[in-house]
């Protein structure tokens, strides 16, 4: 089964940087590849989905990367805000009727 | 608001005892999805609905769980005898799922947190 990978310490970035938050996996590449956002006592929001075949996707000041040879994606959040702090889950999507499998996620702190 | 719901927010109950939640998905959604959350864990699949077919259940789905999802609309989640163990966050999500895109990005509920003493 896969096995996913994020950061499990907190990331701690001033405000203005960009935030870099990793996600690795194990076997099979996923047809797509999910990031979401997660705040305290809330359900996961949606925020990106990069195929296999795409290099890399922008939304506003998020870009994701996936390198299939790697077997990781890279999500950014450049000139980050304190509102930005949450916890940060990447889910793999097999296609098909397979569903999601997510990572612990990793929390971000934004500091003023 | 027409984002996914689901009630109660918070169910505290004994060991033992029966609970129910209900999820109501964003209504043009063919998906249902059940979840379990705990601290510092990513979502873990517990079930899905397409349409009002019940297509995967996870292992992590004892026999003690059961969902439904009537009419393709609505889905409950019942948990008998609840344990200790049970205590987590259950979220449910729905989405759009079109064969041929294949892509599935999916739409939470706030949860229902559950303490089981």
Redesign the interface.
């Known amino acids: 089964s896969q096995k ?1 990978e994020q950061n499990s310490e907190a990331l701690n970035i001033q405000e203005g940087k960009t935030a870099t938050l990793t996600c690795n996996y194990t076997n099979y590449s996923p ?2 590849l ?1 990031w ?1 956002r997660q705040d305290p ?6 925020l990106l ?1 990069i ?1 296999e075949n795409e290099k890399e996707k922008r939304k506003e000041r998020l870009k994701v990367t996936f390198d299939t040879t790697l077997k990781q994606s890279l999500f950014h959040i450049t000139a980050s805000q304190p509102a930005d702090s949450a916890t940060y ?1 990447c ?1 793999l ?1 097999m ?3 397979s ?7 990793t929390m971000l702190l934004v500091s003023p | 608001d027409t984002g ?1 719901s689901q009630d109660p927010r918070h169910k505290i109950t004994k060991r033992g005892q029966n609970v129910t939640f209900r999820c109501d998905p964003i209504s043009e959604h063919n998906r249902l ?1 059940w ?1 379990r959350q705990t601290l ?6 517990l079930t ?1 609905f397409q349409n009002e077919a019940q ?2 259940k996870s292992r992590l789905l004892s026999d003690r769980f059961s969902a439904e999802r009537p009419k393709g609309s609505f889905s409950t989640l019942e948990i008998q005898r609840t344990e200790q163990g049970d205590s987590a966050m259950y ?1 449910c ?1 729905s989405s759009s799922f079109h ?1 041929e895109t ?10 229902t ?1 559950l303490t089981v003493l």
């Open positions: 996913i047809a797509y999910q979401y006592g809330r359900g996961p929001v949606f989905l195929r889950l889910a999507d296609g098909g009727y569903t999601l499998t997510f990572g612990k996620g | 996914v999805y979840y510092g864990q990513g979502p873990e699949f899905y297509l995967e979220l999500a064969p294949s892509r599935n990005e999916q739409f939470f509920g706030p949860g947190r």
